[in-house]
């Protein structure tokens, strides 16, 4: 998939966890972990600005795209 979610890289960095992250963005946890984990579809702009607000960062941040075949900096 050419687009990865680095979500996991921002909550580990402020120490938050995904139940706290859901509740602020007004997610349900099982729908954080769908984005999370890649499986997401789509995300929508007011979705996307929620978690930037919580996280204080940039879609960049949340987000990278890779070529196929390429890794993932990790």
């Known amino acids: 998939m050419p687009i990865v979610v680095r ?3 921002e909550l580990a960095k402020r120490k938050l966890s ?3 992250f859901a509740e602020r ?4 946890p ?7 984990n890649g499986r997401a579809k789509a995300v929508r702009f007011s979705t996307l ?7 204080e960062c940039q879609p960049g941040d949340l987000l990278e795209w890779v070529p196929d075949g390429a ?3 990790q």
Do not use: Q, S
């Open 30 to 36: 099982a729908n954080v972990a769908v984005l999370k």
């Open 49 to 55: 600005e929620a978690m930037c607000r919580v996280l």
């Open 7 to 9: 979500i996991d890289v």
């Open 71 to 73: 890794e993932a900096d």
């Open 18 to 20: 995904v139940g706290e």
């Open 25 to 28: 963005v007004g997610l349900t």
